[in-house]
């Protein structure tokens, strides 16, 4: 069997200029990174279009340590959907080096169904990460360079300071560290630590901007902490979101790639969703949306985390809706959620499958509750039963909901004809946009609640005293109308990782909440969440090499 690298090694690239003529731009509209990828310019979005496209929102179910293969299928759906003579863009996150080196793996897609080239776009890509990093940091040296100085200090309280600096690495050593030491002339000590880029607020930032107006107010707004009298201070009072605006001229750009059977690609952003949004950038979609007939999106991990964000914080602020959703499940996170341990899922067991469907249940309710239509995509992996999959078809017939297996990984586009039919089926049938959980306007314990009990299926919430103490903050900084972007384990409906299946009348604990007054959101924590994860005992670093001719393996 080849591997995912393998496989895109042996797919003779177009060059970038065919796949963007398939999209009706000029060759002189391309910002060229190499032969193979491209930027592409902000002129190019209309609103005449992206606001009348067809948007195909792909989440999951709660899924496994390894994921269920979002991205997966919503390449091989964009495939299908360009077989059946719809001209269909997907538009992606990009990867985090973390993850690529760490223990998940790239995030490209997976057999037949990847987006190209592989190992350009899992290593630096075209090096948005990069510039957000170094605008995230150049604030972070902003600040300490004003607590350091005499004569243009604003007073800022050091204390009060939460911004930490970023890399795209995971690195637990440098979650919390002091700095400032070695005398007067090294700045003034602190504590503080290192997030990954991918959780970093620029990111979140850049990737709800509209335009690059939008960014520069955005990044403005970062709320930076206190000054001993008790005034906010922003990053416009450091002078500066100009400079970091200006690292992003060419991140805010999305990229344009190719699909394994050459058809367009727009990735662009990338933040987590189990601590941020979870999505793809505004730009982006809407500049695939002003590109083609139908654009394939993903939102991360399940739909209670995801798929709840893309709609009550991307497509409230930017005006998006989709016309339906794309509910993936795979046999082993089903078994998962049926009790089944990791180490036996390979193992064919219906009766597990059917325990587990409680979990698929739930998520169907919740995209229900939007108003949308749906389709479970059964994303099928080599070892699934015939008997397995009807447990899963049958289920979803008895509750009404069109139901498809995706082979994608095994056949591209071939592989998901019967899933691409269905979600023409189901889009057509929207005919307006999707019912918001809740009014942004409503008070933040209100929102809380709301996504807690109806999305999570949560009894209660609770908060602890510095969640009350965090709350009396924002009501004083005039943040209350803000949405609600909950950091909650992927792994659960509810903040308990251990609670498979279909957890009910737990109670969700908010330990904090954190402002990210420049994306333009609150962040409850509920639970142990890292902004800067760990290397696992056996890092997919140490299977990655590169040999004299410049090839490349043990790249997933």
């Known amino acids: 069997m080849q591997t995912d690298l393998e496989i895109a090694r042996s797919i003779p690239l177009q060059p970038i200029a065919a796949v963007a003529a398939k999209c009706h731009i000029a060759a002189d509209d391309l910002e060229l990174y190499g032969k193979y990828k491209a930027k592409l310019p902000l002129h190019l979005i209309r609103e005449d279009r992206w606001k009348k496209g067809n948007l195909i929102l792909v989440s999951a179910i709660s899924p496994t340590p390894a994921g269920e293969g979002k991205t997966t299928v919503s390449i091989g759906l964009s495939e299908g959907l360009n077989r059946l003579g719809h001209h269909t863009c997907v538009v992606l996150r990009e990867p985090s080096l973390g993850p690529v080196f760490g223990i998940k793996g790239g995030a490209t897609g997976g057999g037949w169904s990847q987006v190209l080239p592989m190992e350009d776009i899992n290593l630096h890509f075209t090096g948005d990460f990069s510039a957000i990093e170094k605008a995230h940091n150049l604030l972070a040296a902003l600040i300490d360079n004003n607590l350091q100085s005499k004569t243009r200090s604003l007073g800022l309280d050091p204390r009060t300071v939460t911004w ?16 400032g030491l070695g005398g007067t002339s090294s700045g003034v000590p602190r504590e503080t630590g290192f997030d990954i880029t991918a959780a970093s ?5 850049l990737c709800l901007a509209t335009d690059r107006e939008d960014l520069k107010r955005r990044l403005g707004n970062i709320f930076v902490g206190f000054t001993f009298d008790k005034r906010p201070i922003y990053a416009r009072d450091l002078q500066a979101p100009g400079a970091m605006a200006t ?20 990735i662009h952003g990338g933040p987590f969703a189990n601590i941020a949004q979870g999505t793809n950038s505004v730009i982006a979609t809407r500049m695939g949306l002003s590109l083609a007939d139908y654009v394939v999106t993903e939102a991360g991990f399940g739909f209670d985390l995801g798929g709840e964000k893309f709609l009550d914080i991307k497509c409230q602020s930017a005006g998006l809706s989709p016309r339906a ?110 019912q918001p959980l809740y009014d942004w306007d409503w008070p933040v314990k209100q929102k809380i609640a709301t996504i807690a009990t109806k999305i999570y299926g949560a009894g209660s919430v609770v908060y602890t005293a510095q969640a009350q103490a965090d709350l009396r903050k924002i009501a004083n900084l005039g ?74 393996s043990g790249l997933f």
């Open 247 to 266: 690292l992003l001229k060419m991140a805010i750009q999305p990229n344009l790639v190719q699909t394994i059977e050459g058809n367009p690609a727009i």
């Open 164 to 179: 930490k600096r970023v890399m795209d690495m995971n690195d637990r050593s440098l979650r919390n560290i002091v700095i």
């Open 479 to 552: 943040l209350e109308k803000l949405p609600i972007c909950m950091a909650k384990t992927q792994k659960s409906l509810s903040d308990n990782p251990k609670l498979l299946g279909r957890p009910e009348d737990f109670v969700v604990t908010v330990r904090e909440i954190e402002i990210a007054a420049g994306a333009g959101f609150l962040i409850p924590i509920t639970g142990d969440m890292m902004r800067m994860p760990g290397l696992p005992a056996e890092p997919a670093a140490e299977h990655i090499d590169i040999d004299a001719e410049g090839q490349i």
């Open 325 to 434: 959703v794309v509910l993936v499940a795979t046999i082993r996170a089903l078994k998962y959620h049926g009790g089944v341990a990791l180490a036996d899922l390979k193992t064919p067991n219906p009766e597990a499958v059917a325990a587990g469907l409680p979990n698929l249940e739930k998520h169907l309710e919740n995209i229900c509750a939007y108003g949308l239509p749906v389709v479970v995509a059964i994303n099928r992996f080599a070892g699934d039963s015939a008997a397995e999959l009807a447990v899963v078809q049958e289920r979803a017939a008895a509750l009404g909901v069109p139901a498809a297996v995706a082979n994608g990984w095994e056949a591209g586009g071939g592989g998901t004809a019967e899933l691409a039919a269905a979600v023409v089926e189901a889009a057509a049938t929207t005919t307006a946009p999707f």
């Open 201 to 205: 607020e620029i990111m979140a930032i």
